[in-house]
């Protein structure tokens, strides 16, 4: 198996040296991530168009300013994934034009579910992290960072209202299996357990959440 | 292109033997001389201990670790070493030798193998000049064909560049056992000096066919992955060296595996990584001293499968 082309230590200190460069951008996006749950804690009616913007600007953030411009120095497949995390920005953005869809919490397993995804996103990553030896500067920050980005990302769809739709989370999971399995089983970054099976479970919860609302609808009509 | 008659394939063999009478490379440590081997296309004499940049020099711009890079430089060379290797697809590890070439003291003379690793000719024009600044050097010593990846085209380039001095030396890599058939295809019709691909101890499958069509050839044999990426010494630092080790002058196991790969008669020079100077140190301890003859490679190839 061909191995990993950088080390931990290479890892971490890119982390480091992209905190300083993008600081106080991680003090917004907790700001924005924080906007995000109180809307669907607390919906509005344009509340679905700002919360999917918030996740296209995070989307975006993390594949222009972090894969472009940082993770390319040590990843040559950075030109990949930053592609990849466009386009799901690009995704984002369309939803957010469509206006047509809302996130509102309900307290159901789903519900609960992607309240403790994005709450986990927030406090307990990087406690994780810190608790890992991988705290500030080298710490993969909410917002800015792909890790924490992907669990919120899902934890937000888990709120979504109406049928889940599976094409938005399909990179999240692709990048939880890709990225969390690589950063745990090569560069033993622990916390990373966290995006590996986070992905698994978030997009499992996605498919139950899209055929109970499937079964729902067959059972109206 | 010189081809290696039979004379000269062992020729070049005892050359290894002859080099070693010469004074020592650059400003060693010790007097004693080191070991180089012959590139037989031209009969040019190099270190038998390069030094690979795979992982370890894919350090980003901390400056820390670009400085504690330029130190592993700054030991390889101040032992004797000659031979840097590097490509593309090492992510930032061409820069970080640039960092180093540029502030390593004394240098002795540098070889430079640089690599291709793209589609088309352009693209490869292109990313050998990038790679070329860089390293901050006139021109590459070795340009090698990464993986054999659009090899048809870029070996075209490379004969025009090695026709036009803007390159030495030209060759074709692979590493992992990947395409060897590839590889072998490519050694019996292409005028090329140099060939890469993976060798140690443990995985031995080369000697069959590549190494002995390398030494027909008048190929000259650089090995990566000496160690499985680190993963031979785990599994033998646990283990004694064998008391005969004292014999080819081996103090430790990096040195065992390194005089294992270098005492084949159609290997040129094996390229190790490390971003730790001490293990420089271990490694450049097997530029000098006796090499193992055929019976004792044996007895060394027995001894490291059963550990």
Same mark, same amino acid.
């Given at each position: 198996?061909?191995?990993?082309?950088?080390?931990?230590?290479t890892?971490?200190?890119?982390?480091?040296?992209?905190?300083?460069?993008?600081?106080?951008?991680?003090?917004?996006? &907790?700001?924005?991530?924080? /906007?995000?749950?109180?809307?669907?804690?607390?919906?509005?009616?344009?509340?679905?168009?700002?919360a999917?913007?918030?996740?296209?600007?995070?989307?975006? +953030?993390?594949?222009?300013? &972090? @894969?472009?411009?940082h993770?390319?120095?040590?990843?040559?497949?950075?030109?990949?994934?930053?592609a990849?995390?466009?386009?799901?920005?690009?995704?984002?953005?369309?939803?957010?034009?469509?206006?047509?869809?809302?996130?509102?919490?309900?307290?159901?397993?789903?519900?609960?579910?992607?309240?403790?995804?994005?709450?986990?996103?927030?406090?307990?990553?990087?406690? /994780?992290?810190?608790?890992?030896? @991988?705290?500030?500067?080298?710490?993969?920050?909410?917002?800015?960072?792909p890790?924490?980005?992907?669990?919120?990302?899902?934890g937000?769809?888990?709120?979504?209202?109406?049928?889940?739709?599976? @094409?938005l989370?399909?990179?999240?999971?692709?990048?939880?299996l890709?990225?969390?399995g690589?950063?745990? /089983?090569?560069?033993?970054?622990?916390?990373?357990?966290?995006?590996?099976?986070?992905?698994?479970?978030?997009?499992? /919860?996605?498919? +139950?959440?899209?055929?109970?609302?499937?079964a729902?609808?067959?059972?109206?009509? | 292109?010189?081809?290696?008659?039979?004379?000269?394939f062992v020729?070049?063999?005892?050359?290894?033997?002859?080099?070693?009478?010469?004074?020592? #490379?650059?400003?060693?440590?010790?007097a004693?001389?080191?070991?180089?081997?012959?590139?037989?296309?031209?009969?040019?004499?190099?270190p038998?201990?390069?030094?690979?940049?795979?992982?370890?020099f894919n350090?980003?711009?901390?400056?820390?670790?670009?400085?504690?890079?330029?130190?592993?430089?700054?030991?390889? #060379?101040?032992r004797g070493?000659?031979?840097?290797?590097?490509s593309?697809?090492?992510?930032?590890?061409?820069?970080?030798?640039?960092?180093?070439?540029a502030?390593?003291?004394?240098?002795?003379?540098? %070889?430079?193998?640089?690599?291709?690793?793209?589609?088309?000719?352009?693209?490869?024009?292109n990313?050998?000049?990038?790679?070329?600044?860089?390293?901050?050097?006139?021109?590459?010593?070795?340009?090698?064909?990464?993986?054999?990846?659009?090899?048809?085209?870029?070996?075209?380039?490379?004969?025009?560049?090695?026709?036009?001095g803007?390159?030495?030396?030209?060759?074709?890599t692979?590493?992992?056992g990947?395409?060897?058939?590839?590889?072998?295809?490519?050694?019996?019709?292409?005028?090329?000096? #140099?060939?890469? %691909?993976s060798y140690?101890?443990?995985?031995?499958?080369?000697?069959?066919?590549?190494?002995?069509?390398?030494?027909?050839?008048?190929?000259?044999?650089?090995?990566?992955?000496? #160690?499985?990426?680190?993963?031979?010494?785990?599994?033998?630092?646990?283990?004694?060296l064998?008391?005969?080790?004292?014999?080819?002058?081996?103090?430790?196991?990096?040195? %065992?595996?390194?005089?294992?790969?270098?005492?084949?008669?159609?290997?040129?020079?094996?390229?190790?990584?490390?971003?730790?100077?001490?293990?420089m140190?271990?490694?450049m301890?097997?530029?000098?001293?006796?090499?193992?003859?055929?019976k004792?490679?044996?007895?060394?190839a027995?001894?490291?499968?059963?550990?």
């Amino acid at each position: 198996m061909r191995s990993f082309p950088f080390t931990a230590e290479t890892y971490l200190s890119l982390f480091a040296a992209y905190n300083s460069t993008i600081w106080p951008a991680q003090v917004v996006a &907790y700001g924005l991530g924080i /906007l995000a749950v109180l809307l669907a804690l607390r919906p509005l009616a344009a509340g679905g168009c700002i919360a999917f913007a918030v996740l296209s600007a995070f989307w975006l +953030w993390n594949g222009i300013a &972090y @894969h472009l411009m940082h993770f390319l120095q040590v990843n040559f497949a950075a030109l990949g994934f930053a592609a990849l995390f466009a386009l799901q920005g690009a995704l984002f953005a369309a939803m957010a034009i469509g206006g047509r869809r809302s996130f509102r919490f309900r307290p159901d397993a789903f519900g609960w579910s992607g309240l403790f995804f994005c709450l986990f996103a927030l406090v307990a990553y990087p406690l /994780l992290g810190w608790l890992a030896g @991988h705290g500030w500067p080298r710490a993969a920050v909410f917002g800015v960072a792909p890790a924490p980005t992907v669990i919120f990302t899902l934890g937000m769809l888990l709120m979504l209202e109406g049928r889940a739709p599976l @094409h938005l989370a399909v990179i999240p999971l692709l990048w939880s299996l890709a990225a969390g399995g690589a950063a745990v /089983l090569r560069l033993g970054i622990l916390e990373d357990w966290s995006v590996l099976l986070g992905g698994l479970l978030g997009f499992g /919860l996605l498919v +139950w959440k899209r055929r109970q609302s499937s079964a729902i609808i067959a059972a109206t009509q | 292109m010189n081809h290696l008659t039979r004379r000269t394939f062992v020729g070049s063999v005892a050359g290894l033997g002859a080099a070693a009478t010469l004074p020592a #490379f650059g400003q060693s440590p010790t007097a004693e001389p080191i070991l180089k081997k012959a590139i037989p296309s031209t009969g040019e004499q190099i270190p038998v201990i390069g030094l690979g940049t795979w992982i370890t020099f894919n350090v980003g711009n901390d400056e820390k670790l670009r400085a504690a890079r330029a130190q592993v430089m700054q030991t390889f #060379f101040d032992r004797g070493g000659s031979l840097i290797d590097s490509s593309p697809m090492y992510g930032s590890s061409e820069a970080v030798i640039g960092y180093g070439l540029a502030r390593i003291k004394n240098r002795p003379a540098l %070889f430079s193998a640089g690599k291709v690793w793209t589609l088309l000719k352009t693209l490869g024009v292109n990313q050998m000049e990038a790679s070329r600044k860089y390293w901050g050097i006139e021109r590459f010593d070795l340009m090698q064909v990464h993986n054999l990846l659009d090899w048809s085209t870029h070996i075209q380039t490379l004969k025009e560049m090695k026709a036009q001095g803007r390159v030495r030396y030209i060759g074709i890599t692979t590493s992992q056992g990947w395409r060897h058939g590839g590889l072998e295809e490519i050694m019996r019709i292409q005028p090329i000096d #140099f060939v890469a %691909f993976s060798y140690n101890i443990i995985d031995r499958e080369v000697e069959e066919r590549l190494l002995p069509l390398a030494a027909e050839r008048g190929i000259a044999v650089i090995v990566n992955r000496p #160690f499985q990426e680190g993963v031979l010494i785990d599994r033998m630092k646990h283990h004694p060296l064998p008391p005969w080790a004292g014999e080819i002058d081996c103090a430790n196991w990096a040195q %065992f595996l390194l005089k294992f790969i270098v005492s084949h008669p159609a290997v040129t020079c094996v390229i190790p990584a490390t971003r730790r100077v001490d293990h420089m140190e271990e490694n450049m301890g097997a530029l000098r001293g006796r090499m193992p003859d055929a019976k004792m490679r044996g007895r060394m190839a027995r001894y490291a499968a059963n550990v």
